[in-house]
């Protein structure tokens, strides 16, 4: 368990939070290319950790990330014409480019330099992967784009999503780091009903049978490695290695391995996230079949509704919506969930959410902020423990002034692994990989004084 000083440590983001510095440190995924197809179209709503933002493409094709109020009077700047380079608020026409800066005030005198003078707030952007990045951070401090493998890759080997959770962000990364749920949470009671790829014979028996899978962490430069093992029969394991990389981003191998995925949790406000998901073939074109199960919502992302969304103090974002969410129950039903599902519920996502939105929660709206002073960790959550001990560590440092370790871009280039076979396989199969698993290069793994040694799994 944690105290409520360190709970408050890690979920806290807005503006002078630790946690929240610590994320405006990294290039983060701020929205997707296809919500501004084109120049001069309409500007999009957001919040980003905490700060009320517009985004908007200029005559150029740039991204603009400003603050979402005009400097003259404090109108709204979505309201605002998009036009020559820059958005014209419609109050007195004072008009900003992508940087910021006014570039045009009709109401002062012609030959006035007081445009000059001013400026909103503004963050750099760049697009890679169909996600534009934004950088929130000091700018003394800008850092390297994650070089993560799917953004390199052709647009037909991948697929990416946005949605909002209603939560803080740390529930989201930290149910992706729990492997052990799967063998419950996501279980299908009757085999015909499950999807393919759930029908992975060995695999899916493993999962089902072995519910406390043996979990081994390392550290590394970019976060952590992690590899749980469970039992396949006739002396086979099953191994799942996932990544979990600074500060909130997710590899995990899908289905169809080598096709992998993962996620990025990137905090609106203290009590709703956007999550952002990648899903990737590394060396072929993802099929319809693969693009239909994506959109059908049966794992991730969950179907989805285009919409706004009305935050507690009354700002509205534009986003995409889960169509089975909070409000409606996630579409459970119970005959489902007596006769084929563990849950009721339909794709994996909304499996998750109902768990992450709903936790016992303090501080502010029902199920938003988890309350983990008072939780019972098991063994299955080494993986849990060496997020938030990670996390701790580096906004310790923080308060005592010394700068997060630079992360080379290059270290994002991860694979997860997913293989049934003997240790020794195992072992090639990841060298396979031409060092993608800095797991299997270590011969132990050590949390909290205790070592696990990975030639006993």
């Known amino acids: 368990m944690?105290?409520?000083?360190?709970?408050?440590?890690?979920?806290?983001v807005g503006p002078g939070s630790r946690m929240g510095e610590l994320f405006r440190r990294f290039w983060l995924p701020a929205l997707?290319?296809?919500?501004?197809?084109?120049?001069?179209?309409?500007?999009?709503?957001?919040?980003?950790?905490?700060?009320?933002?517009?985004?908007?493409?200029?005559?150029?094709?740039?991204?603009?990330?400003?603050?979402?109020?005009?400097?003259?009077?404090?109108?709204?700047l979505y309201w605002g014409r998009n036009e020559e380079c820059g958005l014209r608020c419609t109050y007195h026409g004072w008009k900003f480019d992508v940087e910021g800066r006014c570039v045009d005030m009709p109401t002062e005198a012609p030959g006035s330099s007081f445009k000059d003078k001013v400026r909103i707030r503004s963050y750099p952007?760049?697009?890679?992967?169909?996600?534009?990045?934004?950088?929130?951070?000091?700018?003394?401090?800008?850092?390297?784009?994650?070089?993560?493998?799917?953004?390199?890759?052709?647009?037909?080997?991948?697929?990416?999503?946005?949605?909002?959770?209603?939560?803080?962000?740390?529930?989201?990364?930290?149910?992706?780091?729990?492997?052990?749920?799967?063998?419950?949470?996501?279980?299908?009671?009757?085999s015909p009903a499950a999807p393919d790829y759930q029908r992975r014979a060995i695999r899916m028996e493993a999962l089902y049978q072995d519910a406390a899978p043996r979990i081994a962490v390392k550290?590394?430069?970019?976060?952590?490695?992690?590899?749980?093992?469970?039992?396949?029969?006739?002396?086979?394991?099953?191994?799942?290695?996932?990544?979990?990389?600074?500060p909130t981003f997710s590899l995990i191998p899908a289905p169809e391995y080598p096709m992998a995925a993962g996620r990025a949790w990137i905090p609106i406000d203290d009590e709703h996230t956007f999550t952002f998901s990648y899903t990737f073939h590394p060396e072929r074109p993802l099929t319809e079949k693969e693009v239909g199960a994506l959109k059908a919502g049966v794992r991730f992302p969950p179907e989805l509704e285009r919409s706004t969304y009305r935050l507690e103090d009354g700002y509205v974002i534009d986003t995409w919506r889960p169509k089975r969410n909070r409000e409606n129950n996630y579409l459970i039903d119970r005959e489902i969930q007596r006769s084929r599902n563990y849950t009721g519920i339909h794709?994996?996502?909304?499996?998750?959410?109902?768990?992450?939105?709903?936790?016992?929660?303090?501080?502010?709206?029902?199920?938003?902020?988890?309350?983990?002073?008072?939780?019972?960790?098991?063994?299955?959550?080494?993986?849990?423990?060496?997020?938030?001990?990670?996390?701790?560590?580096?906004?310790?440092?923080?308060?005592?002034?010394?700068?997060?370790?630079?992360?080379?871009?290059?270290?994002?280039?991860?694979?997860?692994?997913?293989?049934?076979?003997?240790?020794?396989?195992?072992?090639?199969?990841?060298?396979?990989?031409?060092?993608?698993?800095?797991?299997?290069?270590?011969?132990?793994?050590?949390?909290?004084?205790?070592?696990?040694?990975?030639?006993?799994f």
């Open 2 to 12: 944690l105290t409520r000083e360190e709970n408050e440590l890690l979920t806290r």
């Open 32 to 76: 997707l290319s296809e919500e501004l197809p084109q120049r001069d179209c309409p500007p999009v709503r957001l919040r980003l950790m905490s700060e009320d933002l517009i985004a908007f493409r200029d005559t150029m094709g740039r991204v603009g990330l400003i603050e979402a109020y005009c400097a003259h009077r404090g109108a709204f």
């Open 125 to 190: 952007t760049r697009e890679l992967g169909g996600i534009v990045w934004a950088y929130m951070g000091p700018e003394e401090n800008i850092p390297e784009l994650p070089d993560f493998e799917w953004m390199r890759l052709p647009e037909t080997h991948r697929h990416v999503s946005k949605w909002l959770q209603e939560s803080n962000w740390l529930q989201g990364l930290e149910g992706e780091m729990d492997t052990s749920h799967a063998s419950l949470l996501h279980r299908f009671t009757d």
């Open 219 to 246: 550290e590394t430069d970019y976060g952590f490695v992690y590899g749980g093992r469970r039992d396949a029969g006739e002396g086979q394991y099953y191994w799942r290695v996932i990544h979990w990389l600074l």
């Open 347 to 456: 794709g994996i996502n909304d499996q998750d959410r109902s768990v992450q939105e709903t936790m016992r929660s303090y501080g502010g709206k029902w199920g938003t902020i988890a309350d983990r002073t008072r939780e019972r960790l098991g063994s299955t959550d080494l993986a849990i423990i060496a997020i938030r001990q990670q996390l701790l560590t580096i906004l310790r440092e923080m308060q005592k002034g010394n700068e997060p370790k630079p992360i080379p871009g290059t270290l994002y280039n991860r694979r997860p692994l997913d293989v049934v076979s003997h240790q020794a396989q195992f072992r090639r199969s990841a060298r396979r990989e031409q060092g993608h698993h800095p797991l299997l290069n270590c011969p132990s793994v050590c949390i909290r004084g205790r070592v696990v040694l990975l030639e006993r």
